[in-house]
């Protein structure tokens, strides 16, 4: 692995009036202490979000395939116990478990990981050729190095870009309807949104304010301050939800790409 590597996560997706990709690139920067300036080598790597599950705390990308879920790539250390059969994973590791419960696929994997409060702790049973073992890491303690960048990029045929909103971890849209929520970026997702599923919900205020367009309601949310209480309302085929959360401290550098 090169000194910086890129994990590209790109679901696709197709709306009414745009055709878009969203790409999310995690980087980890080693340094060269014999240099003055760090040589830096990228590589990209593209997974289908449907197909994919990053476990951060772990700093390992596994993706489903004939063989199951596996282990593709790991970006980083995290446990350093003596015993490398019980607290690492390694390119090639088959998951078969998470706490007791079977996975062979991205979304099973996906729905036990978000069912575990933060601070579990999280057992994922191994398999490597002919041995079974466990990994064991708490919900929430990330390795520094597992942190980075997210990097979005559109493909645009028609229409506006959407708009991100890191503060909530949400991807947005203005369509006929009103202003949607496209997608949940999960890295950047506060806790109190994990456990709702509002992909497709539309917003209807935030602090009891209506918007008009996204970009309302991002430069409302920049103006916020870290700690400053969000009453998000939503609503979906009648199904209206109120959430609250509170401002979160950035978690990562986000940047934006656009190709016509």
């Known amino acids: 692995m090169g000194l910086l590597s890129n994990i590209a996560i790109e679901p696709l997706t197709n709306s009414k009036s745009m055709k878009f990709t969203h790409v999310l690139m995690i980087s980890m920067i080693g340094i060269i202490l014999a240099e003055p300036l760090a040589a830096q080598i990228q590589r990209n790597m593209t997974f289908d979000a449907s197909t994919s599950f990053m476990l951060r705390e772990l700093s390992a990308m596994i993706v489903q395939n004939e063989e199951g879920l596996q282990v593709e790539m790991i ?14 994973l390694k390119r090639g590791d088959l998951i078969i478990m998470m706490n007791g419960k079977r996975v062979s696929d991205a979304s099973t994997i996906r729905e036990v990981y978000n069912s575990l409060p933060e601070g579990e ?34 493909d645009i045929s028609d229409g506006e870009p959407p708009t991100m ?14 202003i949607e929520i496209m997608s949940l970026l999960e890295p950047l997702l506060p806790d109190e949104l ?8 539309f917003i209807t205020s935030i602090n009891e304010r209506s918007f008009e367009t996204p970009l309302g309601i991002q430069q409302y949310l920049a103006s916020l301050n870290v700690g ?17 959360l509170k401002k979160q401290e950035p978690r990562g550098n ?7």
């Not at 702790?121 to 980075?148: L, Y």
């Open 75 to 88: 970006m980083g250390r995290g446990n350093t116990s003596e015993d490398p059969m019980t607290d690492e």
């Open 121 to 154: 702790e999280i057992k994922i049973g191994v398999r490597r050729g002919d041995t079974r073992f466990i990994v064991n890491a708490q919900k929430g303690d990330v390795p520094e190095n597992a942190s980075g960048q997210m990097v979005l990029s559109f």
């Open 165 to 178: 909103l890191p503060e909530l971890g949400l991807l947005i849209t203005q369509n006929d309807q009103g």
């Open 194 to 201: 994990k456990a709702e599923n509002i992909e497709g919900y």
């Open 228 to 244: 400053d209480d969000i009453l998000l309302e939503v609503e979906k085929d009648g199904n209206a939800l109120s959430l609250t």
């Open 254 to 260: 986000v940047r934006m790409s656009i190709d016509n």
